[in-house]
């Protein structure tokens, strides 16, 4: 007899081993029908399977937590053996499931066309009309082997002889087509339904290294309907649309050359934004009661070996030797450098917490593959800081830090944050019981934030836990960029102490706090938030000054000099151009505001100002303007 717990408590029993699809039919023939997975306890598991013993079941359908995931990891099968089908040369590799989709990594001497794609989809829907049934096999280890080498699939039969002797081979059979997988899979190819979408071709290597052979990688996204297909599909143009390459090219905000790959070159009306949103950040560090330092650029790699960074982040350093026989790395992260601002001198328990903060610019030695523009690159500024704190202050810390990152986030137009709790990874620095204590500490100070949070195991820094904060863009997109982190392991290693009420030395706790992140990357995702129509107090230039008419360019320059004297960004217009061409110039910059001044306005000491988008004009005495317009310009009430 085996009894089978079902989600609402209820038990249902039967006679000997049964499988998911028994167990769905049991219950009802819709059920049976909509079944496409079951969830064993934690595991997720083929319809196939059989269950010998007593368990916790849930059937998964359309709308379980369970039921993307296997749907894209599906829908990757179906395109390698659309690809198969239609270009037989083709050898398969690794096709996993991705957060919003697939994707296939091939291995052929032609390169796939954007035609070889619109081929490729339409096949894969003919596949899933056939209905193919999928079937789960165990099969000898060198009997996969020869198979797959006699097929010609090298990448495939190099990859079993790397699995471990105890590992099972698992074949899933498609039709008559099949592929090497650890599952769980569809019943069938009819169950994925039509609503994906195959979206690009890209370089990619075998196994992720760049040593090894370059392969080709399709990629595509798959959604349960066609409803949440076409929400994606028009996210994605809203994104190429708002694509801060192409945005800071037009806008004049800055460029990137190969000369300089990883780096920025920021022009003028770039470096203000950038300039713009550091002042705010400095002020509102300025009265959370932080205080600003700034470290060196090259350390010896002694500091970072005794840091632990050394042998984790080594690959991703880029140094420098000096008399011949020292190692200078150039710093990937400011943590260690802060604690040694710390160490000098007599720190009481008195002192503490002191949060130290530094605008740090770091390097990392990204792969070339990885960069992209301002997202992903190997030169950038952190707005870093350390708060060093007895542990009775982490919860007080944690609840300030939390609250000045939520302000922080609404005065830059997100309003969206989700926390993310994340524990120990395998590979970490620091005694389990140190761990303990840590992980306990920051969830009792998570607790007492209020916030909702979600679990996000074994993804903490090698040197504690962390909570991320991840914001929620206009169009719907998720970036991680806060993160607050305990460290009890660092001061430890570096040796860092304060002297306690009791007259004895104590080690530190360590908070490790970011709010945007890297200015490069928050700066990115600013403008794809915006579409590059910040908001006034935002925008490279607040208020372009436009003439209609020679007449008044005079004028035009005591409306900028008044502009100016009262702290907004402006510049003029006197070019020998029709004034509706001058309106569309600088909407098309994005200029929030534009002031337009021809011989009656300047007779009569008048302004007419257009509001980006907008098609009316307000005309305004030029005191009366330069007062609402510093008014509108103003920072957030946060600083």
């Known amino acids: 007899m085996v009894a089978i717990t079902l989600p609402d408590g209820s038990v249902r029993e039967f006679d000997g081993p049964v499988t998911g699809a028994d167990i769905a039919a049991a219950i009802g023939p819709r059920l049976a029908k909509d079944a496409l997975a079951i969830k064993v306890g934690q595991d997720l598991k083929d319809l196939s399977i059989s269950i010998e013993k007593d368990a916790a079941v849930e059937i998964v359908t359309r709308g379980h937590s369970g039921a993307m995931a296997l749907l894209r990891h599906d829908c990757a099968h179906v395109m390698a053996e659309a690809v198969q089908e239609l270009y037989p040369d083709t050898q398969v590799t690794f096709g996993p499931a991705t957060e919003t989709g697939f994707f296939y990594d091939f291995a052929r001497a032609e390169p796939f066309t954007p035609d070889d794609l619109e081929r490729i989809e339409q096949r894969m829907h003919e596949i899933v009309d056939r209905d193919e049934a999928i079937a789960r096999e165990v099969w000898d280890r060198d009997r996969a082997v020869r198979f797959f080498d006699q097929r010609g699939e090298k990448y495939k039969a190099e990859h079993i002889e790397t699995l471990p002797q105890e590992a099972e081979i698992t074949i899933y059979r498609q039709g008559d087509w099949l592929d090497l997988c650890a599952g769980p899979h569809l019943p069938a190819t009819g169950k994925l339904g039509h609503a994906f979408k195959l979206l690009k071709v890209s370089g990619a290597y075998w196994r992720g290294d760049a040593k090894n052979e370059q392969l080709q990688r399709i990629t595509g996204t798959c959604w349960e309907t066609e409803k949440q297909l076409k929400g994606y599909l028009h996210m994605l143009e809203e994104a190429a649309k708002r694509d801060h390459r192409r945005l800071g090219r037009e806008m004049g905000l800055f460029h990137q050359q190969e000369e300089a790959a990883g780096s920025v070159f920021w022009h003028p009306k770039g470096w203000t934004l950038y300039r713009t949103v550091q002042n705010y ?5 300025d009265a959370a009661g932080y205080v600003e330092v700034n470290t060196p650029q090259l350390v010896d790699r002694s500091l970072w070996e005794a840091s632990g960074h050394w042998e984790k982040f080594r690959e991703h350093m880029f140094t420098v030797e000096a008399d011949h026989d020292r190692v200078l790395a150039i710093k990937p992260m400011n943590c260690p450098c802060h604690v040694q601002i710390f160490k000098q001198g007599i720190t009481s328990y008195r002192d503490l917490p002191i949060r130290m903060a530094e605008f740090g610019a770091c390097h990392r030695n990204e792969p070339s593959g990885a960069l992209h523009g301002l997202m992903r690159v190997r030169a950038f500024v952190q707005d870093d800081a350390h708060i060093f704190c007895t542990e009775s202050q982490i919860n007080g810390e944690t609840v300030a830090f939390c609250e000045l990152l939520r302000s922080v986030y609404s005065d830059l137009g997100f309003d969206e944050v989700t926390v993310k709790f994340a524990d120990r990874p395998p590979v970490r620095a620091g005694a389990d019981a140190t761990w303990d204590r840590a992980e306990a500490a920051l969830m009792e100070a998570l607790e007492e934030t209020g916030l909702d949070y979600s679990l996000d195991p074994g993804e903490g820094a090698f040197y504690g836990p962390k909570l991320d904060f991840v914001l929620r863009d206009a169009i719907g997109r998720d970036w991680q960029c806060g993160t607050l982190q305990v460290d009890f392991v660092l001061p430890e290693r570096l040796d860092a102490s304060y002297v306690g009420e009791d007259g004895a030395k104590h080690r530190p ?6 709010i945007l992140g890297s200015f490069e990357r928050f700066l990115a995702i600013l403008i794809e938030q915006y579409a590059g129509r910040f908001p006034l107090w935002l925008a490279p230039v607040q208020v372009a000054v436009a003439t209609i008419t020679s007449d ?11 502009l100016a004297a009262a702290g907004l960004r402006v ?3 006197l070019r020998n151009e029709k004034i509706n061409y001058k309106i569309r110039e600088h909407s098309l910059a994005k200029v929030p505001i534009i002031a337009v001044v021809g011989r009656r306005e300047a ?4 302004v007419a100002l257009r509001r980006l988008g907008g098609k ?10 330069v007062a609402r317009v510093s ?3 103003a920072p957030p009430a946060g600083t």
């Open 281 to 285: 950040m400095r002020a509102r560090l």
């Open 616 to 625: 009316n004009q307000e005309i305004l005495a030029l005191d009366d303007a």
């Open 603 to 606: 007779e009569e000491r008048t």
């Open 509 to 514: 706790v360590m908070l490790h706090r970011a």
């Open 571 to 573: 510049e003029t217009d």
């Open 552 to 562: 008044a360019d005079a004028y035009a320059g005591e409306v900028r000099d008044a």
């Open 631 to 633: 008014g509108e310009a």
